[in-house]
């Protein structure tokens, strides 16, 4: 994380700069202290006092303003540093291609986006900070002390041996146990993220108790792992407030001795015991503060993981200029990674300029993996997609998904208002192209509700029906009149008059447009100008919808019960 210092570098070198000076002051007033007691004390000389007093003064406040303006310099750098990490984590799963989103639990990135960059955050704004300080502040207290009476300094410098040997061995520990607990919270946001998704099913379904149950034993878990954590930094703890105080004890005992023997005067011992009593918070703080460490480490670990994940979708070097949509699958194979077999494999198919093709295929025969590999949500594991020619790899990212326009089967709308949501993709649209989306895709209702376009719809558009939805994405996506439109089942939830009204409307749009239709119903079929059946993850028959009913059984077999309801059987026979 070293780049994300880098600006702050000149505003950091200050802050040590404060803080060594503060180190200096807080050695300075025990020693102010040892000339006071050796010198107008040990004489009886009230004179002497008043300057050596307000010498202490002075260094007294010195201390506090350096001690302000560090705090002060710092804070700014610290949340500067986790706005900029923050952002671009965001920035970069937004990059990360589908393949990495389904692959990772929404709950673990979301605890990697808070809890861990605020670990790191306090970690930086504090525990850094302190940590070199107590480290400095031991150092030069221990060898200011080895100079005033080296017995004795030498028996506090003892003391460290067994403080870094445990250390150590707590530091193993503790890095493995934290660990354990950051990906176990991670665990527990995605179980609470499914459940506030899922509320619905788990209702419908009278699941309450069960998702409880599975929560309980999720958070007990946590609960488990962070009371080990907790046990075992109390032992580490209570083990470094020992050694000081205990050091103290033997250096007030020994020292006492020297005073008596005349080896050491009594100012002496006081400043070297003030002194000492500076080493109790640094050591005893150590500990809170390396396992704060290490946790910011992990923290650091968990979201590098995410971060150096490189995007396995690649932008290409061309943007494509007036393209005329010509599309061709070329021996395409596609397999989910980890999967022995793969969804399709030799694969052809090829879609003119302005012509529509309807892929009908059995239920997770893989027509959706087949349209996602258009705008390269999912790039195929061999054979290539080409757009005039162009294999669409070597195409801009941008470009390509300018082209391309697809609308789901179940689209996503976002927290805000109609209007943004339909142009999500086409920031430009005027009032006029929007309203004409809206009527191809006879979304009129939009106009009923309460604040018209500007109305906010709910998560996930939730207060919206699924038919609406659907029309809402189907506008969202000829507004921006792609080259090539994809549409995944997106008629589905729509009654037979409403989905004829707008086929009648997506006519006009696909005559202009490159078409694939993923379809179930023998309507939607014919919209397209071919049919292409999918089976065994490979096309094995391009034809005419009423060559197809003809000649291929399996066909039939798929639209048959759509076909003796459909009102326009009439038509297709
Ligand atoms: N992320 C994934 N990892 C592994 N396998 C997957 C993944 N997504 C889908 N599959 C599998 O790939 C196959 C094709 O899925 P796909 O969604 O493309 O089918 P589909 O034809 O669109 O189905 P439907 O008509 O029901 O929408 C299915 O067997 C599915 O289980």
């Not at 968990?302 to 979708?313: A, L, Q, Y």
Request: glycine share 8%; proline share 4%.
């Amino acid at each position: 994380m070293k780049s994300y210092l880098r600006p702050y570098v000149p505003r950091l070198v200050f802050i040590w700069l404060i803080t060594l000076l503060g180190i200096g002051t807080g050695i300075a007033l025990p020693l102010i202290g040892k000339e006071v007691v050796d010198g107008p004390v040990a004489r009886g000389e009230a004179a002497g006092l008043l300057p050596l007093g307000l010498l202490a003064l002075g260094v007294g406040a010195l201390e506090a303003l350096l001690t302000f303006l560090r705090r002060r310099t710092l804070i700014g750098p610290v949340l500067g540093l986790e706005t900029r990490i923050r952002d671009d984590l965001y920035r970069h799963l937004q990059r990360l291609p589908m393949a990495f989103h389904n692959g990772w639990q929404s709950g673990q990135l979301l605890s990697r986006a808070t809890t861990d960059l605020s670990t790191i955050r306090r970690f930086l704004g504090f525990g850094m900070l302190f940590l070199v300080m107590n480290m400095l502040q031991l150092t030069v207290v221990t060898l200011v002390l080895l100079n005033m009476y080296w017995p004795l300094g030498l028996l506090v410098a003892a003391s460290a041996v067994p403080i870094t040997l445990v250390s150590l061995r707590f530091e193993k520990k503790y890095i493995r146990i934290s660990r354990r607990v950051q990906d176990e919270q991670g665990d527990l946001a995605t179980l609470v993220e499914e459940s506030a998704i899922g509320i619905r099913t788990i209702k419908a379904f009278g699941r309450r108790h069960h998702v409880f149950d599975t929560y309980d034993v999720a958070a007990l878990k946590v609960h488990g792992t962070s009371m080990d954590k907790v046990r075992l930094s109390s032992r580490f703890f209570t083990f470094l407030e020992m050694i000081p105080n205990s050091t103290l004890a033997l250096v007030l005992l020994l020292g006492a001795l020297a005073v008596g023997a005349g080896e050491l005067s009594l100012g002496t011992l006081v400043a070297f015991t003030t002194l000492m009593l500076q080493l109790v918070w640094p050591i005893a703080s150590l500990g809170f503060i390396l396992a704060m460490a290490q946790e910011a480490m992990t923290s650091a670990d968990r979201v590098m993981e995410v971060m150096d994940t490189v995007p396995s979708i690649q932008d290409g070097p061309h943007a494509a200029d007036r393209p005329r949509g010509h599309l061709r699958f070329e021996g395409i194979e596609f397999r989910f990674p980890g999967a022995k077999t793969p969804v399709l494999s030799d694969l052809w198919l090829e879609v003119r300029p302005g012509e529509t093709v309807a892929i009908v295929g059995a239920t997770g025969s893989g027509k959706t993996t087949l349209t996602a590999l258009v705008p390269r949500l999912l790039d195929p594991t061999r054979g290539r997609v080409t757009i005039d020619g162009r294999d669409i790899r070597d195409l801009e990212l941008s470009s390509l998904r300018r082209i391309v326009a697809t609308a789901f089967e179940e689209p996503t709308l976002f927290s805000m208002s109609v209007r943004e949501n339909l142009t999500l993709g086409s920031h430009d649209a005027s009032e006029e192209e929007l309203e004409q989306a809206i009527r191809t895709a006879q979304a009129q209702f939009v106009h009923e509700l309460p604040w018209g376009l500007d109305t906010r719809i709910g998560e996930q558009g939730m207060s919206l029906s699924g038919g609406q939805r659907q029309r809402l994405a189907l506008a969202r996506a000829v507004l921006s009149k792609p080259r090539v439109l994809v549409l995944d089942d997106t008629l589905s939830a729509l009654d037979v008059e409403t989905e004829a009204l707008v086929e009648e409307a997506l006519r006009q749009v696909l005559r202009d447009a490159t078409g694939i239709v993923v379809a179930h119903r023998a309507s939607t079929v014919l919209l397209a100008d071919k049919v292409a059946l999918l089976r065994g993850g490979t096309i094995t028959h391009v034809g005419t919808h009423q060559r197809l009913l003809e000649e291929v059984p399996e066909y039939r077999e798929l639209l048959a019960q759509d076909a003796d309801l459909d009102p326009t059987e009439g038509a297709l026979r």
